[in-house]
């Protein structure tokens, strides 16, 4: 089933305590005496697996029935983004938990009876782009075609079968990010 809207906005208020006013499941948060309204609010308690919860079924369904998914997290150094979609080395995020959903569905579902499953990951670092799953460095471009949208030209991608293989996968990614996570309030 389509959700009613195509896109939708969460916000994570990370711990310490804050003096934000929030009403999770209406998703107003009330801070700076203006109101902001969400899909939902995550107080600074909420778990990884309510995250996934709110967020990962509905992504993975929508993939699953042919839609272009996009997951994005924005918001300042320290607020917690590396730590919701990829955790934080021994909890894994919604990213983890969102792909092992999608291998598991395409795994048991009578719609499939074959899949392949290919990842991409880049990151845009002070104006440059640099393939995380490359085995050495080469030059890698953003290009735009008129019919299907942007790509990135020369951008490697790793088979994926499993969630063990995925994690490897991350895990190597990760550790060429030149942004790890930030060691904000530790
Ligand atoms: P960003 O990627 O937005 O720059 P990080 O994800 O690296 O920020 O988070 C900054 C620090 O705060 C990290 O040490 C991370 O472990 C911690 N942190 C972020 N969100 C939470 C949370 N919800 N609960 C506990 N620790 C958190
Ligand atoms: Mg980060």
């Known amino acids: 089933m389509r959700s009613e809207s195509s896109i939708k906005t969460f916000i994570r ?3 310490p305590a804050t003096n934000a006013i ?3 499941e209406e998703g107003v948060l009330n801070c700076c005496d203006k109101l902001y309204r969400f899909n939902h609010v995550f107080s600074p308690d909420a778990t990884d697996e309510e995250i996934f919860e709110h967020i990962g079924f509905e992504l993975v ?10 997951l994005f997290a924005y918001g300042q150094t320290g607020t917690g983004k590396t730590y919701t979609m990829t955790g934080n080395g021994s909890k ?4 983890q938990r969102s792909v092992a959903l999608l291998i598991r569905k395409l795994k048991n579902s009578p719609r499939f009876d074959y899949f392949s499953l290919k990842i991409n990951y880049l990151e845009i670092y002070n104006e440059a782009i640099r393939d995380l799953l490359a085995e050495k460095e080469s030059k890698i471009t953003i290009r735009e075609l008129a019919k299907s949208g942007f790509y990135v030209e020369g951008l490697e991608s790793a088979e994926i079968s499993d969630e063990e293989g995925f994690a490897k996968e991350l895990k190597r990614g990760l550790l060429k990010r ?6 904000m309030n530790e």
């Open 61 to 70: 369904e929508n993939t699953l029935n042919g839609l272009n998914s996009t």
């Open 22 to 24: 929030f009403k999770e």
């Open 92 to 95: 894994e995020g919604l990213v």
């Open 178 to 183: 030149s942004t790890k996570s930030t060691k």
């Open 13 to 15: 208020i990370r711990p």
